[in-house]
């Protein structure tokens, strides 16, 4: 990163968590299920994308594209009918990118009982100019005890992101220079 944009992050107000919160609502049809008869992982993935570019866009003020998704996590099945709802916010932000986590929870349409949770994921988002580049994002400012909490796992995960990567980059140059290419 260049000194001019490290000062420009550097210079960014943070925001708070809740500036850009979200909830994405959805009510399953049949045309989202798989051949079980229930709602197709895709369809919830896709939603879970949306939420979470959403509010990548929202924290960083403009695009964000999708970086990677960690841990997405499918709980109990949707069917069709459930009404679904994608809660989505960020956890933590880098210098160009921001982890964005997302609980899935799934109602009946026509009953009043309380939803339950049937998915969760952790999606990487990195801010982009209007070259595609990356740019800075400001500081997520956790705004509860849950918050930091979420902002704290957020740096672990990362952690792990990061040294499997230099792992699998270490493994691969290592078979490379053995003389071991791959198909």
Known sequence: MTTQAQAT???LPGKPTAASRTTLS????GNDTNLLGTVHGG????????AAGAVAGRHSGGPAV?????????L???RVGDLVHVKAQVNW?????????????AERWNESTPATQVASAYLVFT????????????????ETERDERRRQEAQIRRTHRLARRRAIKELRDRRAAEGMTED
């Not at 210098?95 to 609980?103: A, D, K, Q, Y």
């Open 127 to 142: 801010a982009v100019d209007e070259n595609g580049r990356p740019r800075p994002v400001p500081p997520v400012v956790p």
């Open 26 to 29: 959805h009510i399953m049809t």
């Open 93 to 105: 932000t880098g210098r160009s990118s921001m982890e964005v986590g997302v609980r899935v929870l």
């Open 66 to 74: 999708t970086a990677s998704m960690d841990e997405m996590v499918f």
């Open 43 to 50: 369809v919830i993935m896709k939603l879970v994308d949306d």
């Open 76 to 78: 109990e099945p949707v």
């Open 9 to 11: 992050q550097q210079e």
